[in-house]
């Protein structure tokens, strides 16, 4: 709490700033910080600064700009000397200055600050901070640093992880500081983003806003905030004093606000009471409005209850109505007087109900409904009386209508009986010899008939309320009296109608047999197709089979017509003699077959048809599935059938091509063959769809020439083709190697190939492979042609591979010295002999290389017959072949 003297001047507390008290370093640090840059906030507004707290104070001057700037007062004018009398006379009156504003400086005199002392420097700033900046603050009753505090616990309540009970620790996670920012400028700072176990984050980000946004001054560091257990809470409190007054602007218009929302409040409530006013004028006026007319209703009610139910409503409307209307009354005066009191008190013009609703029209209204309520109790009691002597009149009329009614009870079901329709004659005689007594009883009951209606004319010249009813009655007795000689007559006839019906009947049985013969075919006909199965293997198949059910549903309702006739003729049979209740023993003599047989049958009929729908449905579906799967796989196939086709032709193309050395040729056809292979798993899945389709035994597909077989097949091939190929690069580059062909050679080699490759196969049938010969200048033979095909060809496939070729052109075009070097080696091997011996062979060869020449040199025999010996010749062939060496 902040201290003050018995006059009422603010003092300083001796215990925050002892002469005697060490400050913490790292809390003289951070006041350091704080003070200079709060007072370098109020010193720029006079284009100034200081740099150094004790040092720059201790001439007075700025210390006196500084308060004439937070004071907006003019100071004393300031010496201008340099001695140390004129410093101390400045700061005398800076600190006069500061106890004339009811602060009462304790221990800090001018002498300390003069001498810069920094304790007692940082002391006087405070004190000016909390006379100037804090102690001015109020909030809910509270003041100063209580104030502050309670300021900062509103603004921060409604934010997560921020939670605020002093000025030290509670701020070191920064959330404070932005929930602050947030709350008046949320626009400023994404509270959402912010991490309660970032700090430094926090804090400097709020030190950033309010610097650039807010025009508050960093006055601390989060490196020093975060490196001290308890940051020194003058400083915090300073900074967040900045924060207070940066949105103070906001709370007086707030404050503004809610004293205007006050005024309103006040208007409102007595335009509230004005409101209320009306509407309980208007309520009570129209109830008034509604309720005179109904006392002065004065129509009679037709029945005794209703009579007494109007006097109970009467009674009711004396007890529970209107008796709340006086209240309402009674209140609507009282709100009256008090709204004109509140008017008349907040010097308001007085209230002025619309027309017609003022105090003295509802009282004259209220006059009016009480004249209504005078004789009406009496004209209901009279009204009763009169009504109890109706009703005895008309009990005579129901006793006597009661008698006749229970005597004609039961006596036109007598007459409308059809037990004549299974009488034989004898019991028909009878019948009639019976039916002859009840009329002379019914003539005996004519007099009372005639009573009845005569109280009936009674009751209607006397206009009784239940009029209509009475004459409803006396009509029906008559009526029924006039049914029963009717009825008489027409029981006579009917016996003679009897013989009659019975031929009708037999004509009736003929035709219905005649008729439910052939559908009863028809019907079992139906049922065996409907249960028929079916297998189909396309989707037109099973369209076909639903078109054929759609005509014969489209026959059903032709159907239900013939069966509706034919069990119509068998309704009309029971209906003559349920009509007439003839007696019919047994049944239809022409046919076995029966209405609930057709019915049966034509119910399974019924039924049988949605569940042949329903196999149709679902076998339309399955093949609707199977052509998805057939256009699955042939999507897929006619892509990677043409695409493995062009890439043997690409293959090809590049194995005639000459296009860079061979190596790179062979680089170029191994990243070829990458690519091929990264193309499997297209292939993998096609297998996948063709095991679905294999799955849903689709055997065919009209939407692709592909079979999964024809793409294994091409892409092995594929695979072989391009491992083919690199190895004939391969080889090629081997034998280039091994003969000394340059590139140039190879490249004429390639040229002669092409261009006798007429069908650009890859390969050179046999007349092509004659004129590439010819056009090289070689003139031979058809003996000569078949040696070097055989060369070329060894398997006699009829066509010359381009390694095959080369292989040729590097023995015809090798160094001449070849031949020379061969003869020079047989005449040292040989010595003085024209032959070579096995023996000979190992003893001057390396062992594997003679035991290969001996190998080769075993189907020839020497000169001279020597076993296992060679000659020139046969040492040339043997070590290269049959050739021109």
């Not at 101390?88 to 400086?105: E, M, Q, T, W």
């Not at 989060?222 to 900074?239: C, F, I, Q």
């Not at 009986?417 to 019948?431: F, G």
């Not at 390396?846 to 025999?861: L, S």
Request: aromatic share 8%; net charge negative; charged share 30%.
């Amino acid at each position: 709490m902040e201290q003050y003297d018995e006059d009422g001047v603010y003092m300083q507390q001796e215990d925050d700033w002892d002469r005697d008290l060490l400050l913490d370093p790292a809390w003289e640090k951070q006041q350091r910080k704080t003070f200079t840059a709060w007072c370098n906030s109020h010193l720029r507004k006079a284009g100034t600064q200081i740099d150094n707290i004790e040092e720059d104070f201790r001439d007075g001057l700025k210390l006196m700009l500084l308060l004439e700037v937070i004071s907006g007062e003019r100071l004393a004018k300031p010496e201008r000397g340099k001695m140390r009398v004129h410093k101390i006379s400045n700061v005398n009156k800076a600190l006069d200055f500061i106890a004339s504003k009811g602060v009462k400086l304790v221990s800090i005199g001018a002498e300390e600050i003069v001498d810069g002392n920094a304790k007692m420097t940082l002391g006087m700033i405070w004190t000016i901070i909390l006379r100037f900046a804090i102690q001015d603050i109020s909030v809910e009753e509270t003041s100063a640093k209580e104030g502050l505090l309670l300021w900062c616990q509103r603004k921060t309540a409604p934010y997560k992880n921020v939670n605020i009970q002093n000025f030290h620790i509670s701020w070191k996670d920064g959330l404070g500081f932005c929930a602050l920012i947030h709350r008046h400028r949320p626009e400023l700072i994404d509270y959402g983003k912010l991490r309660k176990d970032d700090p430094m984050t926090n804090l400097n980000t709020a030190f950033d806003v309010a610097e650039k946004y807010l025009d508050i001054p960093k006055m601390l560091d989060a490196e020093d905030l975060l490196s001290t257990l308890r940051p020194d809470e003058k400083a915090v409190m300073t900074y967040v004093s900045c924060y207070y007054h940066a949105f103070s602007g906001k709370q007086k218009a707030e404050t503004a606000a809610n004293r205007i929302c006050k005024v309103l409040a006040v208007n409102q409530e007595n335009e509230q009471l004005m409101e209320d006013y009306e509407k309980l004028a208007s309520d009570l006026l129209e109830w008034i409005r509604r309720t005179i007319p109904w006392l002065e209703n004065r129509a009679p009610e037709n029945t005794m209850a209703a009579m007494q139910q109007k006097l109970e409503d009467f009674r009711d409307y004396r007890r529970q109505h209107k008796p709340p209307k006086v209240q309402e009354k009674c209140q609507l005066e009282i709100n009256f007087n008090t709204l004109q009191t509140k008017l008349r008190l907040s010097n308001r013009p007085a209230f002025m109900p619309s027309e017609g609703k003022m105090v003295s029209d509802i009282a004259n209204a209220w006059g009016s409904l009480e004249g209504a309520e005078k004789g009406y109790e009496e004209w209901l009691l009279n009204e009763i009386r009169r009504l109890e002597r109706l009703d005895h009149l008309a009990e005579k009329f129901r006793q006597k209508a009661a008698i006749h009614e229970a005597w004609t009870d039961g006596k036109e079901e007598m007459l409308n009986q059809r037990d004549y329709e299974t009488a034989t004659l004898s019991e028909i005689k009878a019948l009639l010899k019976k039916h002859e007594a009840f009329e002379s009883d019914l003539a005996a009951h004519q007099d009372r008939v005639e009573q009845i209606a005569a109280i009936a004319q009674e009751l209607n010249e006397l206009d009784y309320y239940d009029s209509p009813s009475v004459n409803a009655r006396c009509q029906r007795i008559c009526d029924q009296w006039d049914a029963l000689g009717a009825l008489t007559g027409k029981r006579s006839e009917a016996l003679q109608r009897t013989e009659k019906l019975l031929e009708t009947i037999d004509q009736l049985y003929l035709e219905f047999a005649k008729r439910a013969a052939p559908f009863n075919n028809w019907m079992e006909g139906a049922m065996e197709d409907l249960q028929d199965t079916f297998i189909v293997h396309t989707i037109e198949e099973i369209q076909g089979l639903s078109s054929a059910h759609e005509q014969f549903k489209a026959t059903l309702p032709d159907a239900d017509k013939e069966r509706q006739a034919i069990l119509g003729i068998h309704n009309e049979i029971a209906k003559i003699v349920q009509t007439y209740h003839v007696n019919m023993a047994g049944t239809n003599p022409y046919t076995t077959i029966n209405p609930q047989e057709i019915n049966t049958k034509w119910d399974k009929v019924r039924q049988l048809v949605p569940q042949r729908d329903q196999a149709l449905i679902e076998e339309h579906a399955r093949q609707q599935n199977n052509e998805r799967l057939r256009r699955q796989f042939a999507t897929q196939a006619n892509v990677i059938g043409p695409w493995i086709q062009t890439k043997m032709e690409e293959i090809g193309r590049i194995s005639i091509e000459m296009h860079g050395t061979l190596e790179d040729q062979l680089n170029h056809l191994r990243q070829y063959e990458k690519s091929i292979v990264n193309y499997k798993p297209k292939i993998d899945q096609l297998e996948v769809d063709h095991q679905e389709i294999q799955a849903a035994l689709i055997f065919d597909n009209k939407h692709t020439n592909y079979t999964m077989e024809h793409i294994r097949v091409g892409w092995e091939q594929l695979l072989t083709t391009i491992a083919r190929t690199i190895n004939e690069i391969e080889n090629q580059i081997l034998t280039r190697d091994a003969k000394g062909i340059s590139q140039e050679q190879l490249n004429e080699f390639r040229a002669s190939f092409n261009h006798f490759d007429r069908k650009k196969t890859g390969v050179m049938d046999m007349d092509d492979f004659k004129k590439c010969l010819i056009s090289l200048g070689y003139n031979m033979g058809e003996a000569e042609f078949a040696r070097i095909m055989s060369i070329v060809d060894p398997n006699r496939l009829g066509v010359v591979t381009f390694q095959a070729f080369i292989d040729f052109m590097s023995r015809e075009t090798a160094d001449t010295d070849t031949a020379d070097q061969v003869i020079a080696s047989f005449k040292v091997l040989a010595g003085d002999k024209n032959y070579i011996l096995a023996d000979e062979l190992r003893r001057e060869l390396p062992p594997d290389q003679a035991e290969y020449c001996i190998a080769r040199m075993a189907p020839y025999t020497g000169p001279d017959g020597v076993p296992g010996a060679l000659d020139y010749m046969s040492f040339s062939t043997a070590l290269y072949g049959e050739s021109d060496l």
